[in-house]
């Protein structure tokens, strides 16, 4: 229900806009009906009891969701229109109500004397405000749709004070969801030029109400939106609070998940949940043999299972790891050479020169497309002073022929 509140000079050109041809006459106070003639002379003559009144003709629209449409009937919305006269102070004086069927919302036309039966003048003042209030108790009463009807408004055919109570709407909307107390709106509103009141209680100053105001203009909350009444904004800020512990506390849960060592974790590999002894012997860098694996296909896959050193990616092998391939420069076990050429830094078992001896040289590719790999006798991976050269000691074991004394 949105009513809107005109001062005008001329009951006929008035009463000749809202009597068009598909318009029906609902009820007339102290007026002749006989022809729309007869209406706009009716009027005049009682305004001429107040010549000096320059706006005596007052206009009301009154327009109500389509959402009511079906309970909108001709008696229905009489008593709504009567109601609202009431409430606004229109009595005892002469009125039209005339209803309009050529837009998709239920609307109705008051046109009223604003030059009452005893010559007294029908005041406006804080019209707006009052109007404000009227249909909010009109909508409550009868449980009348509440329009989107902010949304839908459009704001460049607006007059003050409306076109300014649509800015501190749709500035607040804007700001709300940032906020978690009065002060954060407070402080949002400012940067746009609207300054916010807040009415306090007078034993323990706690906030009761709250006000904007731009351009020495002001509204209540309620006033720009009953949502923005004070008791709604601190559900909001409550609701924001909240959400943003929530928030915070999913943040930490994920942080100590991503920081959680995977070596903790016992994986599930191709439907097969490991046990703690077989991820005891995977994270020494040795492997095992898992049976019937399922592969993504579906089909069953029976083979040797081992990580890189971190625990971050398996790999899998029908040929057992321990295998030496030649790799390179090296010949070295096919579990490592996988390892280097998933991208991995491999700590990896060589064969060094002369028999039965191993070296562990720190091999990786810096690209994974690169043909040679990169080499170091220390983690390239750590920083420098952490590094230990770990270089084979050739004599190592090797008994020295120093020759018989003489």
């Not at 305004?47 to 969701?65: A, D, M, N, T, Y």
């Not at 928030?247 to 949940?273: F, L, M, S």
Request: glycine share 6%; charged share 30%.
């Amino acid at each position: 229900m949105i009513a809107k509140n005109i001062k005008g000079k001329s009951f006929k050109g008035c009463v000749s806009y809202v009597m068009h041809e598909d318009a029906t006459l609902l009820e007339a106070e102290g007026v002749w009906v006989g022809s729309k003639q007869d209406i706009i002379r009716s009027f005049a003559m009682q305004r001429s009891g107040r010549k000096e009144i320059k706006q005596p003709v007052g206009h009301i629209p009154l327009s109500f969701s389509p959402a009511d449409k079906d309970r909108m009937t001709n008696e229905f919305m009489v008593q709504l229109a009567k109601e609202y006269m009431q409430e606004m102070g229109i009595r005892n004086t002469q009125y039209i109500i005339v209803r309009h069927e050529n837009t998709d919302n239920p609307h109705l036309h008051i046109v009223y004397n604003r030059i009452d039966n005893d010559l007294k003048l029908i005041s406006v003042n804080h019209d707006y405000k009052r109007n404000i209030k009227v249909c909010k108790k009109l909508k409550d009463k009868y449980n009348l749709t509440y329009g989107e009807g902010k949304e839908k408004v459009k704001r460049e055919k607006l007059d003050n004070p409306a076109k300014i109570k649509y800015k501190i709407h749709d500035t607040i909307k804007v700001a709300l969801p940032h906020c978690t107390n009065p002060n954060d709106l407070k402080s949002l509103l400012e940067k746009s030029g609207i300054a916010t009141v807040f009415k306090l209680k007078r034993t323990t100053n706690e906030i009761e109400g709250i006000s904007f105001s731009y351009n020495n203009i002001a509204f209540k909350g309620s006033e720009v939106d009953r949502k923005f009444s004070y008791a709604n904004l601190r559900k909001e800020f409550e609701k924001n609070l909240e959400m943003q512990q929530k928030q915070k506390e999913q943040e930490q849960v994920q942080q100590q998940t991503e920081n959680k060592p995977k070596a903790n974790r016992i994986p599930t590999i191709g439907g097969i949940k490991l046990t703690p002894e077989q991820m005891a012997v995977l994270k020494d860098g040795g492997y095992i043999y898992l049976e019937n694996m399922q592969r993504k296909d579906g089909s069953k896959l029976s083979a040797y299972l081992f990580f890189d050193d971190q625990m971050k990616q398996h790999f899998v092998s029908k040929q057992n790891p321990d295998t030496f391939v030649k790799y390179g420069k090296y010949e070295m076990r096919l579990m490592d050479k996988m390892r280097i050429e998933a991208g991995f830094v491999t700590k990896a078992k060589v064969k060094w020169w002369g028999g039965g001896q191993y070296a562990y040289p720190h091999l990786w590719k810096a690209n994974q497309s690169d043909t040679d790999y990169q080499e170091s006798w220390g983690d390239p991976r750590l920083p420098k002073a952490e590094k230990k050269e770990e270089k084979p000691d050739l004599y190592k074991n090797t008994k020295i022929n120093r020759g018989r004394k003489r």
